[in-house]
Each structure stands twice: as C-alpha cells, then as structure tokens.
C-alpha cells in the first residue's frame, strides 16, 4: 500500500509539474503577443525607430521599467532590424558589460512572431542561466509584413521557474525533480539541484551508466522504473517529456524512504509483539493462581446454591405429578423430580450429565436455541415436543418453561407432561373426520347442513345441479 501511494504521488506529481511549465510558458508568450498586438506601445516604438526623439524613448523606457517590475522580469533589451542596440534596461554598469558580448537573433527576427529561447547562459562573465522572450517590432502594410525590430526580455529561471520545478507538495525528505536535455551525446542539468550547488547549465553526465535514471530517461523508459540518481543513490522514479522544449523531467525519491515506514512499522510490531508475549507470561501465571481459588470458591457456592435448591423445591418435586426439570442458563440439568425419572427411564446420576437437549429427538436438536431465546423474551412458553425415552421409545410431550431466580440466579423450569395418549386420540379424531368428509363429498345425493334458524350451512357439492342454483346462492 506504501508503495502504491508513492507512485501515485510520483506519477500526480510529474503531471502538475509539467502542466505548471507549459502553463508559464503559454503565459510567457501571451505577454509577449499582448506587448507585440498593443497598438499604442508599437506606435511609440516605431516612432522612436524612425525619428530617434529622446522624449519619445524616455517614454518608452520608463513604460519598460514598470514592465520589469510588475512581470518579474529581469531585463530588457531593444534592438532595431539591424541588431543595432537602442537602449537596456536596467541601464546600469553590469548591463553594459554584458551587452558588450552581443546579441544575435535572425532566426527569432525572421519568425516574425513571438518566441521564448530554450535555457541558455549568456551571462559569460556570471554563467547566469537565461530564457528569452523575443517579441518582434512589426508593421503590416498591405500584404507586406515589415520588421523594424524586436524587445528581448531576459527570464531569470531562478525567480520562478526553478522554484516550481523544485518545490514538493508533500512532506519527503529526498523527493526531488530534475530536469535535464541531451547535449552532443551528455547529460545537461537545467535546473539547481537539492543535493549538489550550482548544477544549472554547469552538470554534466556521459550517458555511460546504463542504470542511471537520466540514461534510461533519454533511452524512452516509460512508468515508474528504479534507477541511480546524480549521487549514485537508488532512487524511485517517474520521467516526463517536457512539450515545446527537449527537456526531459523526472521526479524522484529514494527507496530508503519509502521503505522507512514499512521498516519502522516491521519493528514496532516486532517490540509490540514481544512486549504481548511477556505480559501474556505474567498474566497467565496470575490467571492460573486465580482460577485455582475460583475453583474452590466455586465448589463451594456450588453446595451453597445446591442447598438452597434443595430448601425452595424438595416440596414441590416431592408432590408434582408431572415431570419437573430444572436447567441453568447453558441448558445443563441441575434439578430433576422422581416423575422425571420413572417417565425416562433414566436415574437421577444420569439425568443430572445430560443437556435438556439430550432427551430430544436427534432431529429437533437444532431449534432448542430458538425456543430458549422467545422464553428469554417472552419470560416462559409452552411448547409440544417429541422426547425419547432410555429404551429408544418416542412420546409426545408437552413442556410449560418458564424463567426463574433462585437466590439471584437465572434458571429454566420445565414442567412437563406427557400427551402421547391425547395425541393418539387427536389422530383418531382426525381420521374420523377426514373418513366422514370423504363420505360427505362422495355421497350422490343432496346432503345439507342445516342450523337452528334453518339456514343451510353446508352443502354437499357431489349433485348440486339436482338444485338448479349456484353454491353461494
């Protein structure tokens, strides 16, 4: 389950992230089209272009200034179609150092839209990495389209870029992304790394190590693969293409992380175990000494309830007609009268071993539970039942159970009758009734039923049409 959850969070991650830098970029080139499609800036540009008015210029420069500030964005240089440079901004000492190296961007000019470069470092004398935004200075006359310059905005990746890449959504300790590109057969790191300083643009790898993440990244290793990150550390790793820029970007967290929790788990439930078992020692030697002192103080409330059984109930098993059972709350026969021996055949030792399911039938065993349960309920029941005697023969009962205390214990009274003569005689009944009904419909004439009122009742259905009316009529 660990291990499920950090590759979803690997593969959740890898997806926001790259979501997040096409996301920048697209907004990149919106200010650029919004700057290039802004009528009033491009017709104060162009004629700063073609008249060279200072005030104009300054105009331009101070909007310029406001654009550095309010986009985050580190600086801007104007060039016209020659690439001859009009003015920098910031306008400082370290500008004009760095414009010294030149600016050089036909392919950008000739685009005729606008454009952000790939990482780069440009800032020789620094080794500054940079992005830029090349926004053309364009007039369209006609069918013509005529480029009079362009404004190259610098994009600090530091300011945003690489703190989107770096930053981790959840609390991990390892987890990192990286991005790199392949460079003439090498491995570039683009961004700054967690583990090593001043990595962006400045890394290198030789796709030599066939298990590092970045070889098997270029190779086209697809999913959740392992593999050794830039410190040689068995990492867990996910790789996503980068659309618009050949970069490559991988998330990564090392496998000791993630199983720090199954480990950390392994051995507290090793300490807790350990920790059950020698309470358990304890507590079984302490169980042992108490059930010894319960058994004995059991005997002895055992003869103490058995007295009192005997004070409360010997007149009445004395004097009862009926078989009288007493059974506790398990079902055991504690109690039994002389009636219930003589019906059963069985001596009292004998009773007195049984479960009052004992004396069921095989086949109504089962519900006994049922019944106890609507006695419980219901606080007694009066049920009829098939009972065996010792000798295997069956007889008809019926069983009147009730629930009673004794000195604040739960018992179950049965009183129980034996019906195997009444039974007998209701089938007899029964059949003799089953034989005259059969005589009744059989009968070819009319037969009817009469009542005191001389209603008919009954009617014999055998020749009814011999009375020309319905049944019901």
Not at 94 to 105: A, I, L, V
Not at 417 to 446: G, H, N, P
């Amino acid at each position: 389950r660990i291990k499920t959850e950090k590759q979803n969070e690997l593969s959740a991650i890898a997806n926001l992230k790259v979501n997040e830098i096409v996301t920048w970029r697209n907004e990149r080139l919106n200010d650029g089209e919004l700057i290039s499609s802004n009528p009033l800036i491009k017709d104060e540009i162009l004629y700063l272009l073609k008249n060279k008015d200072k005030k104009t210029k300054q105009n331009i420069s101070i909007w310029l200034e406001s654009l550095l500030a309010l986009f985050d964005y580190e600086s801007v240089i104007f060039l016209d179609r020659n690439e001859n440079l009009i003015f920098y901004l910031p306008d400082n000492e370290n500008g004009k150092k760095q414009m010294q190296h030149g600016y050089s961007f036909n392919k950008e000019l000739a685009s005729k839209r606008c454009e952000l470069t790939d990482l780069h470092i440009f800032d020789t004398i620094n080794g500054k990495a940079e992005l830029d935004l090349i926004i053309p200075i364009i007039e369209v006359n006609g069918n013509d389209t005529i480029i009079y310059g362009s404004l190259i905005i610098e994009i600090n990746p530091l300011k945003y870029l690489y703190p989107l890449i770096q930053t981790w959504p959840t609390a991990s300790k390892s987890s990192e992304t990286i991005l790199f590109r392949k460079e003439n057969g090498d491995i570039i790191y683009l961004n700054e790394l967690k583990y090593k300083e001043n990595t962006a643009l400045k890394f290198k790898e030789e796709l030599g190590e066939l298990n590092s993440i970045t070889y098997q990244s270029v190779k086209g290793v697809s999913g959740i693969f392992d593999g050794l990150d830039y410190r040689g550390i068995v990492v867990r790793a996910l790789k996503k293409d980068v659309p618009f820029f050949n970069w490559f970007l991988v998330v990564k967290v090392d496998k000791n992380e993630i199983y720090a929790g199954i480990n950390e788990r392994a051995r507290l439930i090793t300490l807790l175990i350990f920790a059950i078992i020698s309470i358990q020692g304890i507590l079984l030697t302490q169980f042992w000494r108490q059930q010894k002192l319960k058994y004995y103080k059991t005997q002895y409330n055992y003869q103490l309830e058995r007295e009192a059984l005997t004070k409360h109930f010997n007149y009445m098993f004395k004097y009862a007609n009926d078989v009288i059972l007493l059974s506790d709350v398990d079902g055991k026969i504690v109690e039994v009268n002389e009636k219930a021996t003589s019906l059963y055949g069985y001596s009292e030792d004998e009773l007195l071993n049984f479960h009052i399911t004992d004396l069921r039938t095989p086949e109504t065993r089962s519900i006994y539970y049922t019944i106890f349960d609507e006695v419980n309920k219901e606080g007694g029941k009066v049920i009829e039942a098939e009972h065996v005697k010792k000798d295997g023969s069956i007889i008809n009962i019926e069983n009147s159970i009730r629930v009673i205390d004794i000195d604040g214990v739960k018992y179950y009274q049965s009183i129980i009758r034996d019906i195997t003569e009444r039974k007998e005689t209701e089938r007899k009944i029964i059949d003799s009734e089953s034989e005259l009904r059969a005589l009744f419909t059989s009968m070819k004439d009319v037969i009817l039923v009469i009542d005191n009122k001389s209603r008919i009742v009954k009617i014999a259905p055998s020749n009814l049409d011999l009375l020309y009316k319905p049944v019901e009529e």
